[in-house]
């Protein structure tokens, strides 16, 4: 008996942990850890501030994720926590590959947690659909 309920309950969990679609984003976004300061960073971008100046501000509240970078993103990709008005929480892990020489690097996985907009994501299939992929 111990057997087959060990196999119901796998099954059960491995269900529930698939249960949410899988999200990219659009192009370049802000993740950030809170939704006004999505909101701050990405009015002041559009008002013409530098990338890279934003970068250095909000350096431990905001990341921007590069439409290139989203190759180095782990399944189970952009995942849906919530959603607050306009502003959806998401979580993603990202892979920094760095090879020191032929034989020898190093693989550093960091998992994000934040706030972007929420028209910012898009499923997986509509971004693989996309022209280049």
């Known amino acids: 008996m ?5 196999l119901i309950c796998l099954l059960v969990v491995a269900s529930t942990a ?3 679609e899988p999200f990219m984003f659009r192009g370049g976004t802000w993740v950030c850890d809170a939704p006004g300061r999505y909101d701050e960073v990405v009015g002041r971008q559009e008002a013409g501030e530098s990338l890279g100046d934003l970068l250095r501000e909000t350096r431990g509240h905001c990341v921007f994720v590069e439409e290139e ?4 993103m782990l399944p189970p990709f952009v995942q849906l926590l919530g959603e607050e008005d306009s502003h959806a929480r998401v979580t993603f892990t990202m892979a920094d590959e760095r090879r ?3 034989l020898h690097g190093a693989v550093t996985y960091v998992r994000y947690v934040g706030w972007t907009g929420r028209d910012r994501l898009q499923t997986r299939d509509e971004w693989r659909r ?3 992929r």
């Open 2 to 6: 111990r057997g087959p309920l060990g």
């Open 18 to 20: 698939s249960a949410g």
């Open 69 to 72: 970078e989203q190759d180095d």
């Open 100 to 102: 020191f020489n032929v």
């Open 130 to 132: 996309l022209p280049g």
